[in-house]
T-cell receptor, first 117, second 112 residues
Framework: GAVVSQHPSRVICKSGTSVKIECRSL??????MFWYRQFPKQSLMLMATSNEGSKATYEQGVEKDKFLINHASLTLSTLTVTSAHPEDSSFYICSASTPGGTRETQYFGPGTRLLVL | AQSVSQHNHHVILSEAASLELGCNYSYGGTVNLFWYVQYPGQHLQLLLKYFSGDPLVKGIKGFEAEFIKSKFSFNLRKPSVQWSDTAEYFC??????????FGSGTRLQVQP
C-alpha cells in the first residue's frame, strides 16, 4: 500500500522559534497533500491543501503566514510553524492522495507531535 | 455546509460482542465515504471506503460498512470484536474537493 512518512515524529521547541515538518510519499507521487491538526481527544481538522508547484489553499481561520506550506516536489511537502507559541502545540498530520480523479484515497503519515514551551 | 457526525463517542464491549458504530453525513450530492482506524500510538489507517456501487463495503480485519443513502448513513460493523480492535475510529467524507471532513471519532474499548 501507499506509504507516507513524516519527520520529525516529535519536536519540542522554545516559544518564538520556527519548526519545519516534512511529509513524504515514499512509493507514489502525490500532486496534492493535505495538512491536518488534531487536538487531544478530538478529531482531525483540515488546515490546508498543498498543491505541487503552486500555493497552498488554507482553510478559514488558519493563518497562512504562520503555517507556511511548501510543496516543492511530487513526493515532499513541508509545513513550517513560524514563531511558534504554546497554543500551537498539537499533533500535526499530513496525508497524500493517490491519483484517481474523484475516487481518491488519502493515506496518512504517522503525525508529528509539537510541544512549544 | 458539509459535515460528518459520529454519535457514539465511547463504546465499551466485551470480546466476541458485535459492533456497530454510527456515522451520518450531510451532503447534497455525490459523496465518497471512508472509515479510518487509529490504534494507540499509531497513525490513521484506512479500514474501508465507499465510492459507488454495492452499498455494502467490506474492509480489512473483518470490518464492513453499509451506505444507506436514504438515511445519510455509513455505519461500521463487525460481527465479533477482539481485544486488538481497541482503537479510535473515524468516519470521513469528501464531496469532490478532495480534502476530508472527519467525524469526531469513536473510542472503542474491548475488554478481554
Amino acid at each position: 500500500g501507499a506509504v507516507v512518512s513524516q519527520h520529525p515524529s516529535r519536536v519540542i521547541c522554545k516559544s518564538g522559534t520556527s519548526v519545519k515538518i516534512e511529509c513524504r510519499s515514499l512509493d507514489f507521487q502525490a500532486t496534492t497533500m493535505f495538512w491536518y491538526r488534531q487536538f487531544p481527544k478530538q478529531s482531525l481538522m483540515l488546515m490546508a491543501t498543498s498543491n505541487e508547484g503552486s500555493k497552498a489553499t488554507y482553510e478559514q481561520g488558519v493563518e497562512k503566514d504562520k503555517f507556511l506550506i511548501n510543496h516543492a516536489s511530487l513526493t515532499l511537502s513541508t509545513l513550517t510553524v513560524t514563531s511558534a507559541h504554546p497554543e500551537d502545540s498539537s499533533f500535526y498530520i499530513c496525508s497524500a492522495s493517490t491519483p484517481g480523479g474523484t475516487r481518491e484515497t488519502q493515506y496518512f503519515g504517522p503525525g508529528t507531535r509539537l510541544l512549544v514551551l | 455546509a458539509q459535515s460528518v457526525s459520529q454519535h457514539n463517542h465511547h463504546v465499551i464491549l466485551s470480546e466476541a460482542a458485535s459492533l456497530e458504530l454510527g456515522c451520518n453525513y450531510s451532503y447534497g450530492g455525490t459523496v465518497n465515504l471512508f472509515w479510518y482506524v487509529q490504534y494507540p500510538g499509531q497513525h490513521l489507517q484506512l479500514l474501508l471506503k465507499y465510492f459507488s456501487g454495492d452499498p455494502l463495503v467490506k474492509g480489512i480485519k473483518g470490518f464492513e460498512a453499509e451506505f444507506i443513502k436514504s438515511k445519510f448513513s455509513f455505519n461500521l460493523r463487525k460481527p465479533s470484536v477482539q481485544w486488538s480492535d481497541t482503537a479510535e475510529y473515524f468516519c470521513a467524507g469528501d464531496t469532490g474537493r478532495r480534502a476530508l471532513t472527519f467525524g469526531s471519532g469513536t473510542r472503542l474499548q474491548v475488554q478481554p
